[in-house]
């Protein structure tokens, strides 16, 4: 059972234009929401994260939108640049517990 | 600052074998989580270590197993490896005190089976 939800399975968009991935979640214990960025050949990297108790999180470029009713997330990237271009992953965890449960990835490609 | 750091960087077995993967927590971590990434999949929780125990398991078998060390440090053990068993293998750390589920990955470890 998949419990997180990614999409689209890949990207491509334009040198200055918005990068949107979403997720989708099923167990409303999950209270914890980061978003992971992961080059070829090096582990995920921590990007932007959010609780439920806020709808929007902004760090630079990065945006995180969160609709707890719909139970969905998204990771919209302003001015995407061709550095961006790697594979994002949504995820998710319950109030203390430490299992980040991950979804299947986005694969990302900014055209310069 | 060193980060999180794992060895080998690859390695290939044969089924059947064992094998050994071990991994160095950020520096004031005193948390290790294993995880699994199949290609092109997302990573999956294999198990979490805090002091010197097992705090929570994934969905793997006994054949997977693991150890942390007084100095935080961790192995991931696996036994009679299946084809099945080839993947990336990411150690993550964490402070158990401030957030045991922010993780820092290390680069993996890619197991290859034949």
């Known amino acids: 059972q998949q419990q997180v939800k990614q999409s689209p399975q890949s990207l491509i968009v334009q040198k200055g234009g918005i990068s949107i991935i979403n997720c989708a979640y099923e167990?409303?214990?999950?209270?914890?929401f980061p978003w992971y960025q992961q080059f070829p050949g090096k582990g995920p990297a921590l990007l932007i994260a959010?609780?439920?108790?806020?709808s929007e999180k902004k760090e630079g470029r990065f945006t995180i939108s969160f609709n707890k009713s719909a139970k969905q997330f998204s990771l919209h990237i302003m001015d995407s640049q061709p550095g961006d271009s790697a594979t994002y992953f949504c995820?998710?965890?319950?109030?203390?517990?430490?299992?980040?449960?991950f979804g299947k990835g986005t694969l990302l490609t900014v055209n310069p | 600052d060193a980060g999180v750091t794992q060895s080998p960087t690859h390695l290939i077995k044969t089924r059947g074998q064992q094998v050994t993967l071990r991994c160095s927590p950020k520096?004031?971590?005193?948390?290790v989580s294993w995880y699994q990434q199949a290609l092109g999949q997302g990573p999956q929780f294999i198990f979490q270590?805090?002091?010197?125990?097992?705090?929570q398991r994934g969905n793997f078998p006994d054949r997977f197993s693991g150890h942390q060390f007084p100095n935080y440090s961790s192995e991931l053990n696996v036994n009679a490896l299946l084809l099945g068993d080839s993947a990336l293998y990411l150690c993550?750390?964490?402070?158990?005190?401030?957030?045991?589920?922010?993780?820092?990955f290390g680069a993996g470890s890619r197991l290859t089976v034949l």
């Open positions: 993550a750390s964490s402070s158990w005190s401030s957030g045991a589920n922010v993780l820092t």
């Open positions: 167990n409303t214990a999950f209270d914890y």
């Open positions: 959010i609780r439920p108790d806020v």
């Open positions: 995820a998710a965890a319950p109030r203390g517990n430490y299992k980040l449960t």
């Open positions: 520096s004031g971590h005193d948390t």
């Open positions: 270590y805090y002091e010197e125990e097992e705090r």
